[in-house]
């Protein structure tokens, strides 16, 4: 089993910046990809950011230029920097976890975390 904690949500104003934490712990897998999902009121969840063990990224259109995903694989840790914030950015925020084995995926979430962003 992974354990995700996350760290680092919280209320905004449009404009301002936010950083997200998650530390992975227990059994990690030498080959994963960490990432960060948000799931506003009513609606499903969706891919924000995602970073490989290789460092590899990928965004969601809607936060190309202002988020920035990294990662200290030392601290099995994913950050999210969140700039220039705007209210449709609010929602709750999960971090995930993929081990991958020779047999297929093993899929991780975080409890989530708030981020309100005022207008």
């Known amino acids: 089993q992974v354990q995700l904690v996350e760290s680092g949500g919280g209320l905004v104003q449009a404009g301002g910046s936010l950083r997200l934490s998650c530390v992975a712990s227990?059994?990690?897998?030498?080959?994963?990809?960490m990432g960060w999902y948000r799931q506003a009121s009513g609606n499903q969840r969706d891919l924000v950011a995602t970073?490989?063990?290789?460092?590899?990224?990928n965004y969601a259109d809607s936060v190309k230029g202002r988020f920035i995903i990294s990662r200290d694989n030392a601290k099995n840790t994913v950050y999210l920097q969140m700039n220039s914030l705007k209210p449709e950015d609010t929602a709750v925020y999960y971090c995930?976890?993929?081990?991958?084995?020779?047999?297929?995926?093993?899929?991780?979430w975080g409890q989530g975390t708030q981020v309100t962003v005022s207008s």
């Open positions: 970073i490989s063990s290789g460092s590899t990224t």
């Open positions: 227990g059994n990690t897998f030498r080959i994963n990809s």
């Open positions: 995930n976890y993929k081990g991958r084995t020779a047999w297929g995926t093993n899929d991780y």
